[in-house]
């Protein structure tokens, strides 16, 4: 998996590229090409999206994928650096495991899970892809797993 920073217009958000697809069309004058670009935005202060760009050219489709993710970004409930509590999805073909860790773990978690974590600003988190190998499926089943985290409980 290569996973790029793209620093854009606004520094305010960070901008990983998950996903590189190269698609063709065929026609009758020849071959339309294309690309599907996934693309992570996030803060690193607990908002994090994503993104599906398509275009002619990559740059256009990293343009699109990242302006979608930033208006469709979610508030990940954050306990510390780390998530609040360990939480098992599935969605699709997709099964997702995020465990809270310890300060000092750091993020113990494979490309498209790390992308998404990573731009959300959670620094510690421990995690497994139990289902497919499909980076498109673990990154929408992780961010489905963020939305549904619960807030960890206040201390009065």
Known sequence: MASYSVSGVNPEFDEKIVQVNRVSKKTTGGNKIG?????????????????????????????????????????????GTSIPHEIRIKVGAAKILLKPAPPGTGIRAGGAVRAVVEAAGIHNIVSKILGTDNQASNVYATLEALKRLRKAKQSS
């Open 35 to 79: 690309f599907s670009v996934l693309v992570v935005v996030g803060d690193k202060k607990g908002r994090v999206g994503v993104g599906l760009g398509k275009a002619p050219d990559v740059s256009s489709a990293v343009r699109k994928g990242s302006s979608y993710a930033k208006k469709h970004l979610i508030t990940v409930p954050m306990k």
